[in-house]
């Protein structure tokens, strides 16, 4: 029989707790335990980005991280984004930039990149191409998610509809 660990896991800022073996995966336990299947899992060796979650609110890879490890920590999915079905700024800038195709990659890039326009406010071309090379899009292709990006930042900053 596999050991347990009793943890309280706080995630989009409801706590639950769970038994969970110490070597469960958050992304497991984010999909399979809590049914929050918006993290997705691609390469589960943390190089795609597919699972990035916020954990304190600084990006995080969620396959490479124990769920054991989140005790006293936030953990932010992409469901707990949009507001009241009210699309951020990033995430409307995507749709009308075509951003996106397929949506595998989506999640974790917008969590990717709200806490990095958080941080920095009028990103060059360059830092947002440096940032999102954390991240493996297959379809879309990049050209359009870096316009988006630029596009949500100047929305953000109040130069852009």
Do not use: W
Request: aromatic share 4%; net charge negative; glycine share 10%.
């Amino acid at each position: 029989m596999v050991e347990r660990m009793l943890i309280t896991l706080s995630v989009n800022g409801v706590a639950h707790e769970l038994a969970v073996p110490p070597r469960r995966l958050l992304s497991d336990v984010l999909r399979e335990d809590l049914g929050l299947t918006g993290t997705h899992v691609g390469c589960e060796h943390g190089v795609c980005g597919a699972c990035t979650v916020l954990i304190d609110d600084r990006p995080a890879r969620a396959c490479l991280t124990f769920a054991v490890q989140m005790e006293g920590h936030e953990v932010t999915t992409i469901e707990a984004v949009a507001r009241d079905g009210a699309l951020t700024p990033l995430q409307q800038a995507l749709h009308e930039e075509h951003g996106l195709q397929c949506g595998f990659c989506t999640p974790g890039i917008v969590m990717t990149f709200e806490a990095f326009l958080r941080d920095n406010p009028n990103p060059s071309e360059a830092e947002i191409r440096d940032v999102l090379s954390g991240n493996i899009c297959r379809c879309t292709g990049y050209q359009n998610i870096v316009a988006a990006v630029g596009k949500a930042a100047a929305v953000m900053r109040g130069e852009g509809t």
